[in-house]
């Protein structure tokens, strides 16, 4: 953590900033937030994770038969839905969810093919 006074600027060296997006979140008058993401991956879009979670409730309803490559996709899936997009929209807040009324429902799916793939790993 670093403490930088209100308006100071920071430049993050060499190639970080092509490989990763920075934010930051407003707190109250006195405090914010920053925080340092990877720059999303090829499919990293709501499209290609919508797609991926129909694959993943139907294929599993369909074969109950696991395989390495499945159980290490599944919990792959399961991490970057968690960390990537859930906890991502649930960090910025009401007033964010608010203003953005779009993704109720995206996020709604994305926590029930979640919480679909939480019930795979326990039962592994």
Same mark, same amino acid.
């Given at each position: ?8 600027? *920071? *430049? ?7 490989? %990763?997006?920075?934010?930051?979140? #407003?707190? =109250?008058?006195?405090?914010? *937030?920053?925080? #340092?993401?990877? @720059? ?12 991926? &979670? ?15 490559? /499945? ?24 007033? %964010?969810?608010?203003?953005?009324? *779009?993704? %109720?429902?995206?996020? /709604?799916?994305?926590?029930? &093919? ?5 019930? @795979? =790993?326990?039962?592994?």
């Amino acid at each position: 953590v670093v403490h930088g006074p209100s308006g100071s600027i *920071y *430049y993050l060296l060499d190639d970080f900033n092509h490989q %990763h997006e920075h934010a930051v979140l #407003t707190g =109250t008058a006195q405090l914010r *937030y920053s925080s #340092t993401h990877r @720059v999303s991956r090829k499919g990293g879009t709501w499209q290609a994770i919508r797609e991926k &979670c129909r694959k993943v409730l139907n294929n599993d309803e369909q074969n109950q038969i696991l395989s390495v490559k /499945k159980v290490r996709f599944q919990q792959q899936f399961w991490t970057e839905l968690e960390f990537e997009w859930i906890r991502q929209w649930y960090i910025q807040g009401q007033e %964010h969810a608010r203003l953005h009324p *779009y993704w %109720h429902e995206p996020i /709604k799916f994305m926590e029930k &093919c979640w919480k679909k793939l939480s019930t @795979v =790993t326990e039962d592994i």
